[in-house]
């Protein structure tokens, strides 16, 4: 399955990413002939009762990571955060546990959320704890997609562009096999950083995000689309039901 995701990430037009946080999700976007899904940490958290940023147990994404691989066909792909934990050896160990599953690929952040607030980590430490996660990977003779998110342009730091040039050209010494810039958007700003690494670059769902053949005459080869769906979803079902009570009457509903 490994081989065939990253494969994905080859091809002419970019892979669309269908995010997804539970086995009905995941079903839809099988049904509509999606290549490959991934799992939205926000949605997830949100589904269980947490926040985002790795508040709720490891065990529980484990669980719901079990019944998407066990329920689809298609090549899955884990967002773990900044990975669950302190050490590479934390780290590795739950990759390997979501690899034993038959994940097809890992998304990890370089930034960590500390006392509420979101904030980029040194890109040198973030660095060398990537090469000795991968490093043990290796060793342990574990084949995934690590797909390494840049938050510069998330948590907009001044010189952004500067910034995710340094950062990501360490990620891919590092031994990372994609790289994911969610919030970028301006059509410069992708095209320069496209040139900055041999890696494919994955784009994030944004309302200010170029069209897909726009990104794909960039260079893009990833676009997900997030938790902004699962959001969507359920703003749905709040407008329905309001209907429904509005009128007294479940007519709306069909």
Not at 187 to 213: R, Y
Request: aromatic content about 8%; proline content about 4%; overall charge negative.
């Amino acid at each position: 399955m490994y081989l065939e995701f990253k494969e994905l990430h080859n091809q002419t037009k970019p892979l669309i990413i269908g995010n997804v946080w539970n086995v009905q999700s995941a079903k839809v976007y099988e049904k509509l002939n999606f290549q490959a899904v991934g799992t939205s940490s926000a949605a997830i958290a949100h589904s269980l009762g947490y926040e985002d940023g790795e508040q709720m147990p490891f065990s529980d994404l484990l669980f719901i990571v079990e019944r998407i691989r066990k329920s689809v066909s298609l090549p899955v792909s884990v967002d773990i955060e900044f990975g669950y934990g302190n050490t590479a050896a934390e780290i590795a160990n739950n990759i390997i546990s979501l690899e034993k599953l038959g994940v097809a690929g890992i998304n990890i952040e370089d930034s960590l959320i500390e006392n509420g607030e979101r904030k980029l980590k040194d890109n040198l430490q973030f660095s060398q704890l990537l090469q000795e996660v991968k490093s043990i990977l290796t060793q342990q003779g574990i084949s995934i997609f690590i797909n390494v998110r840049c938050d510069a342009f998330l948590l907009n730091i001044p010189n952004t562009l500067q910034v995710a040039t340094e950062r990501i050209k360490k990620y891919e010494q590092a031994g990372a096999d994609g790289i994911f810039l969610p919030c970028i958007t301006k059509e410069n700003d992708i095209a320069t950083l496209v040139l900055q690494t041999k890696l494919p670059l994955n784009v994030m769902c944004m309302p200010d995000l170029p069209n897909f053949e726009t990104l794909e005459k960039l260079g893009v080869k990833r676009i997900s689309m997030g938790n902004f769906l699962n959001g969507y979803a359920y703003t749905s079902l709040e407008n329905m039901t309001k209907k429904i009570l509005a009128e007294q009457s479940f007519n709306p509903l069909f």
